[in-house]
């Protein structure tokens, strides 16, 4: 009898979950940590190999204005002080280019220690993974990727790349603005194009920051510096740049050599900080405004910005998905303390109405003063200083940048 050469089918893993995480980004570590007390078993899962961070590194370009609000979540939750390098911020200027309104306020004027925090994103994401590799109930497959998803019952089942099938009683889709998840289940979306580009990287200037972080509206976009350093390091010379512009404007700035785009870069924030030089290479991404018409259904949420992307001139992406997170854990532990199924559409659908009420508020929001500072239209352009003068006069438009500091 001739022997098969053929061997056996490798039998796939097959592991069960409560709840799987789709994404180990803030939002969805913020999830996790939020269940990590409701007794429910937590599968976080995400192509990343490693979530590890030094805080030797140099400091990556990618950060996110982390509101009041938001730290409170995370001091709670125990992450706040495994957060390696964070920089308060004491005060915020914001003008018009060639105009002569402009409001400059301090954490006295809301009664905080500081007004926000700017924190690398992957120092951030760093400290949430480190904080919940302590809890016994929430786990991590790193270097994955999900490839199958099969709704059965009440339960879904997930295909990963490994050929590992997970089974979860809820999955959640906390993978980004291109979610994997969404699109999958062919979740539509409203979305329109804000035909801005956006330019990050990382500068040092020639005066210190003062723990001042400056916002100055252009005619084609506006541009922030986001004080860099440790902790309250007020004399740091390293700042964050987020410089959102029309495409076409961006794209002559991508294409400057370094010289060309620092001095571009100095002139458009007046010269406040002095001449400035690049410390690391320009990342570009195009803006677009997403909101996906549903977030849940039976087995399925989504959080963060696979629910909805927002333009970045307040700095509050990341403050509203992990409010989803919070609101979204705070749904499954009113569930299981009435008895009832967390993972049902019917339970969740009260965080949907509530999240989306937020999102649809800040989205509103930030396409009202968008459009009010595009441009060099007369009108608006008095309009736009009328309401940026006055340090110590509450103008809607300061109260609206004290409301993004405070945070939800």
């Known amino acids: 009898m001739k022997q098969s050469n053929k061997k056996p089918a490798k039998t796939p893993l097959i592991k069960q979950a409560d709840i799987v995480i789709a994404g180990a980004g803030i939002v969805g570590q913020t999830l996790a940590l939020e269940l990590g007390t409701t007794g429910l078993s937590v599968l976080v899962i995400d192509a990343q190999k490693s979530l590890e961070c030094k805080v030797e590194q140099p400091f990556s370009p990618r950060v996110s204005a982390i509101s009041a609000a938001s730290q409170h979540h995370f ?33 006295a004027d809301i009664g905080l220690d ?14 949430l993974y480190n904080t919940a590799k302590a809890h016994p109930n929430i786990e991590y497959a790193l270097g994955n990727t999900i490839e199958k998803l099969v709704h059965t019952g009440d339960e879904y089942h997930i295909g990963l790349d490994d050929g590992a099938i997970i089974i979860a009683r809820l999955l959640v889709g906390a993978d980004g603005g291109n979610s994997f998840v969404r699109r999958s289940l062919s979740f539509k979306q409203s979305f329109w194009d804000y035909d801005h580009t956006a330019i990050v990287a990382n500068v040092q200037t020639k005066y210190p920051h003062e723990l001042t972080a400056r916002q100055v509206f252009t005619p084609t976009g506006p541009l922030a ?6 902790a309250d390091d007020s004399r740091s010379q390293t700042c964050s740049i987020v410089w959102s512009q029309e495409t076409e404007a961006a794209n002559r700035l991508l294409g400057m ?24 290479d320009r990342f570009s991404y195009p803006l677009t405004m997403r909101y996906a018409r549903q ?26 998905g992990i409010g989803d997170a919070v609101a ?12 009832k199924p ?34 060099d239209d007369p009108l608006k352009k008095l309009i736009r200083n009328v309401g940026l003068t006055g340090a110590n006069t509450l103008t809607p438009i300061k109260q609206f940048f004290i409301e993004q500091a405070q945070g939800e």
């Open 75 to 107: 001091e709670r939750l125990g992450a706040w002080e495994n957060i390696a390098r964070k920089q308060a911020y004491t005060h915020m200027q914001v003008w018009e280019q060639d105009g002569f309104g402009k409001i400059d306020f301090d954490n």
């Open 328 to 339: 979204l854990a705070a749904n499954i532990q009113t569930s299981l303390d009435d008895g």
């Open 342 to 375: 967390f993972f049902s559409k019917q339970r969740l659908r009260a965080y949907e109405r509530e999240r989306k009420a937020q999102a649809q508020k800040v989205i509103a929001t930030m396409e009202g003063f968008k459009r009010l500072f595009d441009g």
């Open 257 to 280: 050599d370094a010289e060309a785009f620092c001095k571009a870069l100095s002139v458009a924030i007046d010269m406040q900080l002095g001449p400035c030089e690049l410390i690391t």
């Open 225 to 230: 510096f986001l004080p860099l350093g440790k």
């Open 114 to 127: 500081a007004l926000g925090h700017i924190i690398e994103n992957d120092q951030l994401a760093a400290a």
């Open 295 to 320: 977030w849940v259904d039976e087995s399925i949420a989504l959080v963060g910005d696979a629910a909805h992307t927002i333009h970045p001139l307040a700095g509050q992406g990341a403050n509203l």
